[in-house]
């Protein structure tokens, strides 16, 4: 397993999000639950994270050293976080939220009872 997948699993691990697996995605290694895409390594430093489309355009204007788009990512439901450019409580972050939208809704909503 890779330093930076092996990274991301850990923090993955330490958010406590149920049915998070590992699981390749693009011939990478990948986080899914349910089956559906949260997360891929895409090379040594770049992290493909599920979002909301949304939240895109911001999250690269207030942090561009850590969250980018590539031409084939625009208009896709995904950001590029630059491993080497983010803490681990910001790919943290970032997992949860892909987490709630991918996650059956029954799930998140048991998550936030606790």
């Given at each position: 397993?890779?330093?930076?997948?092996?990274?991301?699993?850990?923090?993955?691990?330490?958010?406590?999000l149920p049915?998070?697996?590992?699981?390749?995605?693009?011939?990478?290694?990948?986080?899914?639950?349910?089956?559906?895409?949260?997360?891929?390594?895409?090379d040594a430093?770049?992290?493909?994270?599920?979002?909301?489309?949304?939240?895109?355009?911001?999250?690269?204007?207030?942090?561009?050293?850590?969250?980018f788009e590539?031409?084939?990512?625009?208009?896709?439901?995904?950001?590029?976080?630059?491993?080497?450019?983010?803490?681990?409580?910001?790919?943290?972050?970032?997992?949860?939220?892909?987490?709630?939208?991918?996650?059956?809704?029954?799930?998140?909503?048991?998550?936030?009872?606790?």
């Amino acid at each position: 397993m890779d330093a930076a997948f092996a990274r991301v699993l850990a923090i993955a691990a330490s958010t406590g999000l149920p049915g998070i697996e590992s699981a390749p995605s693009y011939g990478t290694p990948g986080l899914k639950v349910g089956g559906k895409f949260l997360a891929r390594i895409k090379d040594a430093d770049t992290l493909v994270v599920r979002c909301p489309l949304e939240e895109k355009t911001f999250l690269m204007d207030a942090d561009p050293a850590v969250f980018f788009e590539t031409d084939h990512y625009t208009g896709y439901p995904a950001i590029l976080v630059r491993l080497s450019a983010a803490d681990n409580a910001t790919i943290a972050g970032r997992i949860e939220q892909a987490w709630r939208m991918q996650a059956p809704k029954r799930t998140v909503a048991a998550w936030d009872q606790k």
